[in-house]
């Protein structure tokens, strides 16, 4: 690490064992190194002060100048700042504090990251935590712009500069009104649901991925309705407009407006969705950041992630 124009820590520490022992190879046995680049060190330093740091005798080895004497005196004293600079960035980087980001990705954001939020923070409350709602085009911009550190999200399409983490698989589920045709299935398979209308939450990622659900059995659902509102999609099939597919279950059987819903797990060979934490790969993951990917991992998915039963 570079301390001016002209010299390193390394080369300070290469003085101060020269000054130390009275020789150069003494001193480079105790620093690890050969004589010539300990050597070496001493001249650039002389070099940059313009005076000769050490008087060079034979049979007597190294002794300070008093112009080396002064500069070994400060020497030890940059040396000794920068052990207690080192000590002091190892006590931060492994202290749980300090601002945390978290994005989440808007369809399931209310019903996971308020409460793993109060968790963490009830655990660590030295932890700023800030969150933000996005699709997953915009959590993944907002990594690579820093501005946010972590996203709790899907792995749809995941980008390879960002790595993630998974915690939880979700099986797809259809959501049905309560007098729909198809209400007291123990499941229901695409090709049963393709006859009928269709809410297709038609988010960036999640909407090819429920399309795709179809595209794999070879059908094309019935799409009636478009929205990017999960509560709104919720109510349009408690209301009648069509079924549709989702991953996480609701906390609640019944839409905003009060109307029931039903839940369905789906047929077939379906992948589920994976939730877990994306981040930026070259990244380095401070304490911080560790402890809320160990707090997820502990408290993640929500209870009951699957359809609840059909009693």
Do not use: W
């Not at 749980?96 to 968790?119: E, K, N, Y």
């Not at 994976?274 to 502990?298: K, S």
């Amino acid at each position: 690490m570079p301390v001016s124009s002209g010299f390193t820590l390394r080369q300070l520490s290469y003085l101060v064992a020269v000054g130390e022992l009275g020789s150069v190879a003494r001193a480079a046995e105790r620093v690890h190194v050969s004589a010539p680049s300990v050597s070496a060190a001493i001249t650039q330093i002389e070099a940059r002060f313009g005076v000769p740091l050490f008087v060079r005798r034979h049979a007597h080895g190294l002794t300070p100048t008093p112009a080396g004497r002064q500069v070994l005196v400060q020497a030890r004293a940059v040396l000794e700042e920068a052990r207690r600079l080192d000590a002091l960035a190892e006590k931060i980087a492994g202290q749980v504090r300090g601002p945390l980001d978290v994005g989440c990705l808007s369809t399931f954001a209310q019903i996971v990251l308020p409460r793993v939020r109060r968790s963490f923070v009830a655990q660590f409350p030295e932890v700023a935590v800030r969150q933000s709602e996005r699709d997953q085009q915009a959590l993944i911009a907002a990594l690579r712009a820093a501005e946010i550190d972590v996203a709790l999200t899907y792995d749809l399409e995941v980008p390879p500069d960002l790595a993630f983490e998974p915690l939880h698989d979700l099986p797809p589920y259809a959501l049905l009104p309560a007098g729909h045709a198809l209400v007291g299935r123990a499941r229901v398979s695409p090709a049963e649901l393709a006859p009928h209308p269709m809410v297709l939450l038609d988010l960036p990622h999640s909407g090819p991925y429920f399309l795709s659900i179809f595209a794999e059995a070879g059908i094309s659902p019935q799409i009636a309705e478009r929205t990017h509102d999960m509560e709104v999609m919720k109510s349009l099939v408690a209301n009648g407009f069509g079924y549709s597919i989702a991953n996480i279950r609701p906390t609640s059987d019944r839409a905003a407006d009060g109307r029931r819903l039903v839940f369905v797990p789906l047929d077939g060979p379906a992948r589920p969705m994976r939730m877990g934490l994306m981040r930026p790969r070259a990244a380095h993951v401070g304490a911080t950041l560790r402890a809320f990917i160990d707090h997820c991992r502990a408290h993640l998915p929500p209870d009951g992630a699957g359809p609840p039963s059909l009693s």
